[in-house]
């Protein structure tokens, strides 16, 4: 009889791989080796430099599969001086294990793999089990889960139903669920004007008087009052700029940033639309050209409260003793990819550390994610 995968010494086994984006630092190797000689089907999906790994148990194209969507890259150290511990060391403190990717999340693949292995050992079940681990859920995430997910299009792999492991609690292991996510998107306003001295300023074209009057215009109203299930969008100005050493000059160009976090009331094309619309009319106004720059990182979605959020809600109560909170609030995950595949939610660890110098977790919650994902492929294939 094998003995059930330890997801703290697995979590260590990655932390000390050094896994940051874009380098695969050996923490896909370790899976592969574990997932492999458990009797999975593994195959690396790298793509552009970035190493993915899908791995299967059972069927090609099984009636009930069941996905779990993760990563192992992680984000840089940081001031290295300003860590307690040795950032790629597992080590554990006080029944803290810290290392970064301890929350982002590491200890989260560990916990469904080792769940997944003990799961199929014990209770072989009619279906699929499905693991879709990247390492660019961190850098530009053009290469990571899309690559995944076309080349499971391409070989007719599929997922009926996908949990992604991102920390998804604010405060207390178990209190709050992902069912759906903001959109997102960034636009960068180029101003072109006439350059001229300050103090003959009717001789130039201000292209920052412009911006400035563009950017007013952007916040004068919000975007909207939220939604049944999404919060207001908001609009954030996080730049502007023109590189001018001198105080007597009005500059020829200026630039400005805004980034917007959007519910299911709008789409990227229809923002797009708002933000030209808008830039077009100061353009008129002032004789300034504005050009906009604009990327979607990705649209707002939502899995509707169901099937699939009670039975994970269900499993999260009966480990925790908390109901989750079904919430779409926080930044971007790779769910947004996943959700054109099927339907998807997102639940684990408590997030509170995750980026930050001494990333760590709490060794006991380990242990308690895993018997969370035990309990919700029990539940699936019951």
Same mark, same amino acid.
């Given at each position: ?19 940051? *984006? ?80 301890? *929350? ?279």
């Amino acid at each position: 009889m094998s003995q059930p995968v330890d997801p703290v010494k697995l979590t260590a086994d990655l932390i000390r791989c050094p896994s940051v *984006t874009p380098a695969e630092g050996g923490a896909l190797g370790v899976l592969e080796t574990l997932l492999s000689d458990a009797g999975f089907t593994c195959t690396r999906v790298d793509r552009n430099g970035i190493a993915n790994l899908y791995a299967r148990w059972g069927t090609r194209g099984a009636n009930r599969s069941f996905g779990f969507n993760g990563h192992t890259d992680v984000v840089p150290v940081g001031d290295l001086s300003a860590w307690t511990q040795d950032p790629f060391g597992a080590a554990i403190v006080d029944g803290w294990m810290y290392g970064r990717g301890a *929350t982002d999340m590491k200890s989260g693949v560990a916990a469904f793999a080792a769940a997944a292995i003990d799961f199929i050992r014990e209770t072989p079940p009619d279906g699929a089990v499905i693991l879709a681990i990247t390492g660019d859920e961190e850098g530009d995430a053009q290469d990571g889960t899309t690559a995944l997910l076309d080349w499971m299009a391409a070989n007719g792999e599929r997922m009926t139903h996908c949990l992604v492991g991102e920390p998804t609690c604010p405060n207390e292991m178990g209190d709050m669920m992902k069912i759906g996510r903001r959109g997102s998107m960034t636009c960068w306003f180029t101003a072109t004007g006439v350059q001229g001295h300050s103090a003959y300023p009717h001789r130039a074209k201000n292209p920052m008087s412009a911006l400035v009057k563009l950017l007013a215009r952007l916040e004068e109203k919000p975007l909207d009052e939220g939604t049944d299930h999404f919060d207001a969008s908001t609009l954030a100005i996080t730049t502007i700029d023109c590189g001018n050493p001198a105080n007597n000059v009005i500059p020829a160009k200026g630039t400005a940033t805004v980034n917007i976090r959007f519910n299911d009331s709008h789409s990227g094309a229809s923002l797009t639309d708002w933000l030209k619309s808008h830039a077009q009319a100061v353009e008129r106004e002032t004789g300034v050209h504005i050009a906009c720059r604009i990327q979607i990182s990705g649209e707002s979605f939502l899995t509707p409260p169901g099937e699939l959020s009670e039975m994970i809600a269900r499993a999260v109560k009966a480990e925790t003793g908390r109901t989750p909170e079904l919430s779409t609030s926080g930044g971007t995950s790779d769910a947004r990819f996943v959700k054109n595949h099927c339907p998807v939610v997102e639940f684990g660890l408590v997030g509170k550390t995750m980026h930050q110098v001494d990333e760590r977790v709490q060794v006991d919650q380990i242990h308690q994610l895993k018997s969370i994902y035990t309990r919700i492929l029990r539940d699936y294939f019951a």
